[in-house]
């Protein structure tokens, strides 16, 4: 017999719940600490002082320095103002050339393009079929001018984790600064911005039980960005505004917790990941994407031939579970995923895909559910897909690039 409909968030990678803690942590900088950080009186140096503290937490979080960390509004704002801002630095010395990698998040793929704009020249590194970028390939190119290397901790889509410890080390060794987008690591898995000679990093609280627009920007000592916006002094006058001081409370709440919480957690989701990707490979013409060991514990991505993912998603929808697929921003559009398609999928492929994310509130029980409902959902939609009966009668074998 089958389960009552459930209610089945699966979609962490998009966003996440505020929780409750987090949540009450930041309600009295709305109601009674609301007072301006750069006033005077009382109520705005006790605002200052939880400011300065959040900043040290953080700062702990990830083995920085406070006076490395930047607050923005989010993992965007950070990953434009690292790279931008790197570039018209280092432009000044003759360094106009950047690399990066086909798969980044469109903050960075975006930011970079708009450089091409100005003139700069960008290296497009491939991730390979398992999604994971190989060191050697970062070393061999930098160049003369190579002013900065943007490679993210984990992607956003496939989940697969990077070395960023041996990057890091390259580009420390070769004088070429190194920021990486961990919007989707932090939280999940382990940052020491010195262990892992990471010179720039974003994050976003809304990727780990925080709230949604407020990040930071971790800018390692001796590194001068120009100013993102200019105004009072807030950060250090490099970003200036008055201060989401709720936000920032939220952020450095929400990261504590995840840190101290991330190894129990770890090891609950890796179980649930690994359930669930062995009972949808039981389906047949399907397959993961991203490397099966090397991704964050939370993420399964999957291709199933002959359907379209966005049917997918509208049928699970009914079912009560959110999922994704290929990353929100793409959604809309009839390109498949830029991500699928870097690890070598082709086209029709790549349409078929479904991303589930889990974290905290996730259950055993939702990877149960899961479990009953997709097979019958992907047979259902299979059985009205003139493409699916085409692949079944001729046997069709999709060109997939290994690499
Ligand atoms: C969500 C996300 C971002 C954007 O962060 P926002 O805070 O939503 O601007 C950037 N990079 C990655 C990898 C993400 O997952």
């Given at each position: 017999m089958s389960e009552a409909k459930r209610f089945v968030y699966a979609d962490n990678a998009a966003t996440t719940a505020v929780s409750p803690s987090v949540l009450r942590a930041m309600e009295p900088y709305y109601t009674t600490h609301y007072g301006n950080p750069s006033s005077l009186y009382s109520i705005g140096q006790a605002a200052k002082r939880s400011l300065e503290a959040a900043r040290r937490d953080v700062a702990e979080c990830l083995n920085a320095d406070p006076n490395e960390i930047f607050f923005t509004s989010g993992g965007s704002e950070a990953d434009n103002w690292a790279i931008k801002g790197a570039a018209h630095l280092l432009a000044q010395k003759g360094k106009k050339h950047i690399i990066t990698t086909k798969f980044e998040h469109h903050a960075v793929l975006h930011a970079c393009a708009a450089l091409e704009k100005e003139g700069f020249e960008v290296t497009y590194l491939e991730v390979h079929s398992n999604g994971v970028v190989r060191p050697?390939?970062?070393?061999?190119?930098?160049?003369?001018?190579?002013?900065?290397?943007?490679?993210?901790?984990?992607?956003?889509?496939?989940?697969?984790?990077?070395?960023?410890?041996?990057?890091?080390?390259?580009?420390?060794?070769?004088?070429?600064?190194?920021?990486?987008?961990?919007?989707?690591?932090?939280?999940?898995?382990?940052?020491?911005v010195k262990e892992q000679n990471i010179d720039m990093l974003s994050l976003?609280?809304?990727?780990?039980?925080?709230?949604?627009?407020?990040?930071?920007?971790?800018?390692?000592?001796?590194?001068?960005?120009?100013?993102?916006?200019?105004?009072?002094?807030?950060?250090?006058?490099?970003?200036?505004?008055?201060?989401?001081?709720?936000?920032?409370?939220?952020?450095?709440?929400?990261?504590?917790?995840?840190?101290?919480?991330?190894?129990?957690?770890?090891?609950?989701?890796?179980?649930?990941?690994?359930?669930?990707?062995?009972?949808?490979?039981?389906?047949?013409?399907?397959?993961?994407?991203?490397?099966?060991?090397?991704?964050?514990?939370?993420?399964?991505?999957?291709?199933?031939?002959?359907?379209?993912?966005?049917?997918?998603?509208?049928?699970?929808?009914?079912?009560?579970?959110?999922?994704?697929?290929?990353?929100?921003?793409?959604?809309?559009?009839?390109?498949?995923?830029?991500?699928?398609?870097?690890?070598?999928?082709?086209?029709?492929?790549?349409?078929?895909?479904?991303?589930?994310?889990?974290?905290?509130?996730?259950?055993?029980?939702?990877?149960?559910?899961?479990?009953?409902?997709?097979?019958?959902?992907v047979e259902r939609l299979r059985a009205m897909s003139p493409l699916w009966e085409t692949i079944k009668s001729k046997n069709i074998q999709y060109d997939i690039r290994e690499f």
């Open positions: 050697e390939e970062v070393e061999a190119a930098i160049r003369e001018d190579t002013a900065l290397v943007t490679i993210m901790y984990a992607n956003n889509e496939i989940g697969t984790l990077q070395p960023i410890r041996e990057i890091g080390e390259i580009c420390r060794r070769r004088g070429v600064w190194f920021h990486t987008d961990a919007v989707q690591a932090a939280g999940n898995v382990p940052i020491d976003s609280a809304h990727k780990f039980h925080g709230p949604k627009g407020v990040g930071l920007l971790y800018i390692r000592k001796g590194i001068v960005l120009p100013n993102l916006i200019d105004g009072g002094a807030q950060e250090r006058s490099r970003r200036a505004g008055t201060e989401n001081v709720a936000g920032i409370i939220g952020l450095s709440t929400a990261l504590k917790e995840a840190c101290a919480t991330m190894q129990e957690r770890g090891e609950r989701l890796t179980k649930m990941r690994d359930r669930l990707i062995a009972g949808a490979l039981q389906i047949e013409r399907s397959r993961l994407n991203g490397d099966s060991v090397r991704r964050l514990p939370g993420n399964v991505s999957l291709c199933f031939e002959g359907i379209e993912g966005e049917s997918l998603l509208l049928l699970l929808d009914l079912e009560g579970v959110c999922a994704s697929s290929g990353s929100a921003c793409t959604s809309g559009s009839l390109d498949p995923s830029h991500v699928l398609l870097s690890i070598g999928l082709p086209h029709e492929v790549a349409h078929g895909s479904l991303r589930l994310s889990f974290s905290d509130g996730n259950t055993e029980e939702d990877v149960d559910y899961i479990l009953e409902r997709l097979p019958r959902i």
